[in-house]
């Protein structure tokens, strides 16, 4: 089991660029989570998918941020256009079922000047 | 909203000393996260429990429900169990989203 595969590990791009987070969820779990942790605000859920479908988008902070899950089996977070604030650690989470443990992936580094 | 509080929010233990982290939160749950996130970033899930009590090694978890409040207990700790530990929970209610704490920074000394 690779676990939860999450790319690129580092973004470095500048304000205006558009940026796409990917992640690749364990096999056969049914919940995506996208998270965002940053020093000032510590832990923070975006979105969550359940069975490919989102379910609660109410973290997305604004219009510029997106997601999708096309399959099972790939999601994407895109930001556009991105700003400085918008700086932070990424991670995608997945798991089988509600109420189980979660397993996250490594995280994306983005920054964006 | 839960609002879920960790305390303390920094730590700084010699090896072998016993650990205990604690988290309080506001409304019902479904179910209590303890995580740890290492110097490298990666969070890795330690427990999840919705009542009692449970054990894996030296780490233990605790939650009292009609408390609402949660510990987190290290024996015999060791410079490896350095990382920070996030408490995080889930709404009764069915929904997923999860509720973090900000976190614990527990250094131990050798």
């Known amino acids: 089991d690779a676990g939860v595969i999450q790319s690129p590990r580092h973004e470095v791009t500048e304000m205006g660029q558009e940026v796409t987070l990917r992640c690749k969820p364990i096999?056969?779990?049914?919940?995506l989570f996208w998270y965002r942790q940053t020093m000032m605000r510590g832990l923070e859920l975006l979105i969550y998918?359940?069975?490919?479908?989102?379910?609660?988008d109410s973290g997305m902070p604004e219009d510029r941020f997106s997601a999708k899950m096309p399959n099972a089996s790939f999601s994407t977070l895109k930001i556009q256009p991105s700003e400085p604030r918008d700086s932070a650690v990424y991670f995608c989470?997945?798991?089988?079922?509600?109420?189980?443990?979660?397993?996250f992936g490594n995280g994306t580094r983005l920054t964006v000047t | 909203k839960n609002e879920v509080e960790q305390s303390p929010q920094n730590l700084t233990a010699q090896e072998g000393e016993f650990i205990t982290i604690n988290c309080s939160y506001s409304?019902?749950?479904?179910?209590l996260h303890w995580l740890q996130q290492h110097p490298g970033g990666g969070i890795v899930s330690l427990f999840m429990?919705?009542?009692g009590k449970k054990k894996h090694g030296r780490l233990i978890a605790t939650i009292n429900i009609q408390e609402k409040h949660s510990s987190l207990h290290i024996t015999a700790s060791h410079p490896r169990d350095s990382a920070v530990y996030i408490c995080?929970?889930?709404?009764?209610?069915?929904?997923?989203?999860?509720?973090f704490g900000k976190g614990t920074k527990l250094t131990v000394n050798p």
């Open positions: 989470a997945s798991t089988v079922s509600e109420n189980s443990p979660l397993h």
């Open positions: 096999s056969g779990h049914n919940s």
């Open positions: 998918f359940n069975n490919n479908v989102p379910i609660d």
């Open positions: 409304v019902g749950i479904s179910a």
């Open positions: 429990l919705s009542s």
């Open positions: 995080a929970v889930t709404d009764a209610g069915g929904s997923e989203k999860l509720v």
